[in-house]
């Protein structure tokens, strides 16, 4: 999540039901202030939910809003879903090789290393 303003440099508020915390149990907020010193800074934050729909939901509905002015960017930092398909737009990358329909049975968000375990997986 990119392009937030920086007085939402702070976890407990970020992680709090009328922020992040609306759309899942988030289990970790991670964020990187980037140039503290200027009024006009924007801060990037990484959000850890405890379930990937829940993510799915936070972004659907934030990514592309605007706060004071500015677009906000919301994606997955180690998604295993197609931005398309989170957006329902049809993906037309035909070697996409993210997921697009929501995977129950994984409720886990491993990392990185899950979005190849399902390759070899024959669907
Ligand atoms: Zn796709």
Redesign the pocket.
């Known amino acids: 999540m990119t392009g937030l303003p920086i007085e939402f440099d702070d976890p407990d508020l970020l992680g709090d039901s009328l922020h992040f915390g609306k759309y899942g149990t988030v289990e970790k907020i991670i964020i990187s202030s980037q140039g503290k010193h200027n009024r006009t800074a924007f801060i990037q934050v990484y959000i850890t939910y405890s379930k990937p729909i829940d993510a799915a939901f936070a972004i659907r509905a934030l990514d592309g809003i605007k706060i004071k002015g500015r677009e906000i960017t919301a994606t997955f930092g180690t998604t295993k879903y197609?931005t398309?398909?989170l957006k329902s737009i049809e993906?037309r990358?035909e070697r996409?090789f993210?997921l697009?329909a929501y995977d129950t049975k994984n409720e886990l968000m491993d990392g990185v290393k899950n979005n190849m375990d399902f390759l070899d997986e024959k669907s």
């Open positions: 197609c398309y398909f993906c990358n996409c993210y697009h």
